[in-house]
């Protein structure tokens, strides 16, 4: 019986294991098996030829492979241009709320008040501060600024679809989850021009 030894590492401590090499479906199940696991396969040992030793380590990488690339549903992706700019328009938390207008400068995104019918004096004050894109996330990260209680939190946001805004705020180990509407430009002409009257 031909044996040999596979050491790896798991949370960098060494392991041993001695597989028969003979049977080369299981030496491939093992390998592949391990390579899952998120073991690193340092040696092989004894007995193995190295063109075997070559096509375990090949073959035991391709399930990982496979796994990080994720399931091939056989349908292509929607083509999703820009997500960094879904943020940028004109967003209301409800009917009568104020009305934020989230613009981008040198890379930095920002919020303000653009139009409020309860707190007119509110107009022009920046309550979404320093927000930038993280394309890995997909998301925006930042500050807001809260009027009432005259302090910053930060604050994560995403657009999952065109018309709606979810924005997440961290006060100590809290969350606070709060969904934004888009608001249409004609609407928001319509408004300032019924609040100048």
């Known amino acids: 019986m031909a044996t040999g030894v596979v050491i790896f590492l798991l949370h960098e401590r060494a392991f041993c294991e001695t597989i028969d090499l003979s049977r080369f479906a299981y030496c491939l199940h093992w390998v592949q098996a391990a390579t899952m696991k998120g073991l690193r ?11 075997l030793i070559a096509a375990c380590l090949f073959l035991g990488s391709l399930p990982a492979l496979a796994y990080a690339s994720g399931p091939d549903s056989g349908d292509p992706e929607p083509i999703v241009l820009a997500n960094e700019s ?12 104020a009305i934020i207008e989230i ?16 707190r007119p004096e509110t107009v022009g004050i920046e309550v979404f501060r320093e927000l930038r894109y993280d394309p890995e996330e997909r998301e925006w990260h930042g500050r807001a600024y809260s009027i009432k209680r005259k302090r910053e939190v930060p604050i994560d946001i995403e657009v999952p679809k065109r018309d709606e805004l979810e924005l997440t705020a961290h006060i100590l180990i809290f969350k606070k989850d709060v969904d934004f509407k888009r608001v249409p430009n004609a609407q928001i002409a319509a408004r300032r021009a019924k609040s100048d009257l």
């Open 41 to 51: 396969l340092i040696l092989v040992l004894k007995e193995a030829s190295l063109a």
């Open 86 to 97: 879904r943020i940028l328009g004109h967003w209301q938390r409800g009917e009568g709320e």
């Open 103 to 118: 613009s981008e400068r040198e890379g930095i995104y920002r919020g303000v008040i653009v139009w409020s019918q309860r």
